[in-house]
């Protein structure tokens, strides 16, 4: 399996033999920083690509916090990633055969000595340590840009990216040499803080799924379109549109959780107590709900669903005190309804599974700091994260550093499902196409999205790639109604992410299936699919907060949610059905369902264009306008029969993931 590969030299390398933690105190307590030590290692890989003169706003205001993370390399690093590969390979010597986390960090993980000598030198520059997990693989810290300059010898300035001003160094950090034969790498730009939930409310058609801000409502919307409980419970009458249609389904209102498990083939499981039993799905996101018990207990009383039983939830939160970075992480309230959607779908499909909710102190330092108490515990082995960076964007010395975690995974057993983006090719965003890290990553499963019609038996009517792109529905004088643009119109308000790595090599299990055209030597993503549209999503139930100062919450309302991040939480709790009808344990899943695709790729939903096009008519509460949304079209990502870089090898099946928790292939 390819992986990051290191451009730091062999040198580098050698420097470890001559570390000398006596060295490292004296450094320490003289307070020597790395930009006055004589001799120093040097860090380019940790300067984003966008750190440029043509970006660059000015030197940071000494007082800005700013969070670092110091990356230690992993002991015997190619045994732990032929470890992780061997693990999840059908047919190896090793399939299936993982370390406990105890002899994984014993037998990869860096020393005390070295972590202690990096956590001595922070210190000693006056900056705070945040965190430093159980596998000793990174050190949290924070401090003034002030403190973060001298220590690291370099000068943090403020650059323009992606409609954001980020502080970033303009120069290769570096350390003295006794302290850098520890390190392999160093972030301390804080584009990590651009880490977003994958999640749509739906209604949100506003630049990048904002919510769309009032308008002058017409009096008389041109098209009044009720929410449909089920695919065409609810036909209007649009413009002619594809082949000279003019009678389309309106949106849906929610799909329920019934709904969700008869659509997915599970209904006779949950008859069958096939429900989740005795597994655990882990849930990561920043921050945490105040309600989210409650939420849960109070959505699923009102649909007739059983309510969490005792022990069925838990939780590893900071104390809200300890939430920072707020304001650039979107603050509790931008991470609540992802949380909640998250819990709530896992619940929908495996209603007796346990869920661990592990919260994030932020959204950078601190997602890591949840997925190692996760790891180095295996708190569970079916890991749910919701959540994605823009892009690749993001210096190389960062990603070796989180591939780590993802090899450390796969080595004991834990499948990783990551939602795969909700831009697109991220085009819009970053000016040219991109995939979306972690998702990206040939360590983890990247779900991507699709739109689903449930008809009024709970069956899956239509399944197309998530893409919507709109068109405005208008009325003249007379009444008559038109579109404001040629179909499908130019306004993309969101679809699943994809598509080809500019920074890992293509995985061995990809080799074969996944089109030349596409991959050119590299990773694509996504592997799989499942559920993901807005516009045909799923209803959650929540009492969302009102203020952040205090996590006050307001009255219990149903909203309707999307995005990759509902695909990946159910394609988690499927898997851990999957897990209690085979007594397995599927651990990272990728090789195993891309041989199984080789061998039967009939067991897959093979996800293709529609012909001609699947569309439903929607009209917003807030602008009152009207809006045909055209289905599977994902911006220049485009949905082919096999493989493709909007729903990977095909949408998800119960019995799809049976026969992959049996090791066939």
């Not at 409650?294 to 009102?302: K, L, P, Q, W």
């Not at 000016?431 to 779900?447: C, E, L, Q």
Request: net charge negative; aromatic share 8%.
């Amino acid at each position: 399996m390819s992986s990051f590969l290191s451009r730091r030299s062999s040198h580098q390398k050698a420097l470890g033999a001559l570390a000398s933690i006596a060295c490292v105190i004296a450094l320490s307590m003289t307070g020597v920083s790395a930009a006055s030590a004589a001799d120093s290692v040097s860090y380019a890989d940790s300067v984003p690509s966008w750190a440029t003169a043509a970006n660059d706003a000015g030197v940071a205001a000494d007082d800005t916090s700013v969070e670092g993370e110091v990356y230690l390399p992993l002991q015997h690093a190619d045994e732990a990633a032929a470890l992780a590969t061997a693990a999840s390979t059908p047919g190896a010597r090793g399939y299936r055969h993982t370390l406990n986390p105890r002899d994984w960090i014993r037998r990869f993980s860096p020393s005390q000595a070295s972590v202690n000598s990096v956590v001595a030198y922070l210190k000693a520059q006056g900056l705070t340590i945040s965190a430093v997990p159980q596998s000793r693989q990174y050190v949290v810290f924070r401090g003034t840009a002030d403190q973060v300059s001298a220590a690291f010898g370099t000068s943090l300035h403020s650059y323009r990216y992606a409609d954001h001003t980020l502080v970033a160094p303009s120069s290769a950090p570096s350390l003295p040499k006794a302290i850098g034969a520890s390190v392999a790498g160093i972030s301390v730009d804080q584009s990590r803080l651009l880490t977003k939930p994958n999640s749509i409310k739906q209604g949100d058609l506003g630049p990048n799924g904002t919510p769309q801000l009032r308008t002058n409502a017409p009096a008389t919307p041109p098209v009044t379109t009720p929410c449909s409980q089920y695919i065409g419970q609810h036909v209007v009458t649009v413009p002619a549109a594809y082949n000279g249609k003019t009678q389309y389904s309106t949106y849906n209102c929610g799909y329920t959780p019934s709904q969700i498990r008869t659509a997915y083939g599970l209904s006779s499981s949950a008859k069958s107590r096939l429900n989740g039993a005795g597994q655990t799905v882990a849930i990561i996101d920043a921050y945490a709900s105040p309600s989210i018990v409650n939420d849960v207990n109070t959505y699923s009383a009102s649909l007739g669903e059983p309510t969490l039983s005792k022990g069925a939830y838990s939780q590893i939160v900071p104390d809200a005190s300890e939430f920072v970075d707020q304001e650039a992480c979107q603050y509790p309230s931008g991470w609540q309804g992802e949380q909640t959607l998250d819990v709530e779908a896992v619940h929908a499909v495996a209603p007796a599974a346990k869920i661990l909710y592990v919260g994030g102190f932020n959204c950078g330092g601190g997602l890591d700091v949840a997925l190692s108490t996760i790891l180095d515990g295996k708190l569970a082995n079916i890991v749910s994260n919701s959540y994605g960076n823009i892009g690749e964007a993001i210096p190389a010395d960062v990603l070796r550093g989180e591939q780590n975690l993802h090899i450390q995974a796969a080595g004991e057993g834990i499948g990783l499902y990551f939602s795969s983006g909700d831009n697109g090719d991220e085009v819009a965003n970053l000016g040219y196409a991109s995939p979306d890290f972690p998702a990206s990553s040939p360590y983890v499963t990247a779900v991507g999205g699709t739109s689903m019609g449930i008809d009024k038996q709970g069956k899956a009517s239509f399944e197309t790639g998530w893409g919507d792109t709109i068109d405005q529905i208008v009325s003249d004088g007379s009444g008559a109604l038109s579109y404001t643009q040629p179909l499908p119109g130019t306004r993309f308000v969101g679809g699943a992410g994809g598509g080809t790595s500019a920074v890992f090599g293509q995985p061995a299990y990809q080799r074969g299936t996944v089109p030349n055209a596409l991959a050119q030597g590299k990773r694509v993503s996504p592997d799989i699919a499942a559920l993901a549209d807005p516009y045909t999503g799923f209803l959650i139930g929540i009492r969302p907060i009102i203020d952040d100062s205090t996590l006050e919450t307001g009255d219990f309302e149903n909203e309707t949610y999307g995005g990759t991040s509902l695909a990946s939480p159910l394609v988690a709790a499927q898997m851990a059905i999957v897990q209690q009808l085979t007594h397995s344990t599927v651990g990272f899943a990728n090789p195993t369902l891309y041989a199984l695709h080789r061998a039967l790729p009939s067991a897959f939903r093979d996800v293709v264009p529609s012909n001609p096009p699947q569309a439903v008519a929607y009209t917003s509460k807030t602008s009152g306008n009207s809006y045909l949304i055209t289905l599977d079209r994902d911006t220049s990502l485009t949905t082919a029969p096999r493989y493709d870089n909007v729903t990977g090898l095909g949408s998800v099946s119960f019995s799809l993931l049976s026969l992959v928790g049996q090791g066939r292939h």
